[in-house]
Structures are given as C-alpha cells and as structure tokens.
C-alpha cells in the first residue's frame, strides 16, 4: 500500500526550495557560462543527443554493469557501429579496438574524434561480418545503439559470423529493440525483435546467454552471452 506523506511532512517545501535554490541568478549564470565554454572548446560528439552515460542513470547503469568490468589492457575488444563514440571513449582501455561499421562516412567521424589512439582500427564492412578480424581473437564484443535498427535475419547473420572471430571464453553484449516496450513501439527506426526472438537467434547460432536486462532501458534490452561450451 501507498502511504502519503504527512500534511506536517517538509518533503514537498524540501524539493521547491532546492529547485529554487539551484535556479538563482548566479545559478543560471555559471551554467550559461559553462555551456558557452562547452561549444567553443569541447565540440559535441555525434550520438550524444541520445544520452550521455556520464548522466543518465540507465545509459550509466549499463556502462557500469556491462562495459567497464570487462576492459582489459591484455584484451582485445569490437564495438559494432561505433557513430560518433559516446561508448567507444569508455573502450579505449582494451589493449586493441576495432571499431566495425557499415557506413565509411560514419566511421570517418569515429576515426577523426579516436585518431589519437593508434590501438584502434576502423573496419567498414557488409552490414553483418568482420572483414579482417582474425578468427579466435576477440575477447569483447560491444554494440549499442545499432542493433536496436536491425531485424533477426541481419542479426542472425552478426551472430554466425561472430562465432568465428571470438575466443572461446569471450563476452559479448548487445542492446536490441525490445518491442513489447511502448517506447520501442512509437519509434518507427526500431526493429520488431523482442527478447525471446533474440534469445533464440542467440542460442541456435552456438552460444550460451549469461544475462539478460530487460528491465533498464525504456525502448530496448541488453543480452550478454558467450560460445556454449563444445
Ligand atoms: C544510431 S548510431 C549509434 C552510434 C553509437 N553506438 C551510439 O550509441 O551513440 C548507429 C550506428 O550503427 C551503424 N550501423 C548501422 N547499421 C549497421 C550495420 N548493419 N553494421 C554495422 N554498423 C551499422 C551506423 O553507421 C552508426 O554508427
């Protein structure tokens, strides 16, 4: 059951007087400032209207949970359909990155933002392979943000030739579209995959599911898996 808060309860003042006090002029002074700062000397980064997982709890939960535990300088790492980097900069501690993509001029912008970083190696290709990639190599794979475009058969064909470049006790984590989410369903760009499609495209191409998150992200889910054992 519900409870109220008390009439004598301050919890409603409480929060009226901090937004007040978070909205004085001076407040609103430094934040114009800082944004100011922002546009002329930290240029913005392609993707980041979707949101910044240095500030969105979920999108921070999923980095936190599914990303940063398995950074290992001594590993090799894949991001599929890296955009403009907001999750590559949290992969850059793998000992070498392939950033993989199916549209150059979109890779262009991740090699420009990562040129520094020459551990890092841009691949274009089909849409659903790894031209390039040794077999038995990866000990990472990440996608987020790119498989919630893509329909089973393009996933089903990510998911086979994954097989090959991966080593035997790698992770791999994908976000897809979730579409018994409201959300997913008022976003016409979302594929009509829902978890139990994707588990099955998982586990018929030879892996064993680890973890599931079907809960976090208001438009999609997250799947963590690795080659079944032989
Ligand atoms: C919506 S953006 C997401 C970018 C980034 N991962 C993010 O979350 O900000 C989708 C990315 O996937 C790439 N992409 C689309 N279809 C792809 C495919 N079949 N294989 C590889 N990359 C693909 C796009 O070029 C783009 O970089």
């Known amino acids: 059951m519900t409870v109220m808060p008390g009439l004598d309860s301050p919890l409603h003042l409480e929060m009226y007087r901090q937004f007040r006090r978070q909205n004085t002029l001076r407040a609103r002074l430094v934040r114009a400032a800082q944004a100011v700062w922002r ?25 936190d949970r599914y990303l940063t535990p398995y950074v290992n300088p ?49 691949i274009v290709n089909h849409g659903y392979d790894f031209p390039g990639i040794p077999p038995n190599s990866v000990d990472f794979l990440f996608s987020f943000g790119t498989f919630v475009h893509l329909e089973l058969p393009i996933i089903a064909a990510y998911l086979t030739a994954m097989k090959t470049i991966l080593k035997p006790d790698a992770n791999v984590v994908l976000q897809y579209s979730d579409k018994r989410k409201v959300m997913a369903q008022l976003n016409p760009g979302f594929a009509n995959t829902t978890p139990e499609e994707v588990r099955r495209e998982v586990e018929n191409a030879g892996f064993e599911v680890l973890e599931e998150d079907l809960t976090t992200l208001w438009h999609s889910s997250v799947i963590r898996f690795r080659p079944a054992a032989r």
């Open 39 to 63: 546009e002329l000397f930290a240029p913005p980064i392609y993707g980041m209207a979707w949101g910044d997982p240095e500030l969105v709890p979920p999108l921070r939960f999923i980095r």
């Open 74 to 122: 001594a590993h090799t790492a894949v991001e599929i359909g890296p955009g403009g980097g907001r999750w590559t900069r949290y992969l850059l501690g793998f000992g070498r990155l392939y950033l993989v993509d199916f549209y150059a001029e979109i890779l262009a912008e991740a090699k420009r933002v990562f040129r520094r970083y020459s551990h890092v190696y841009y």
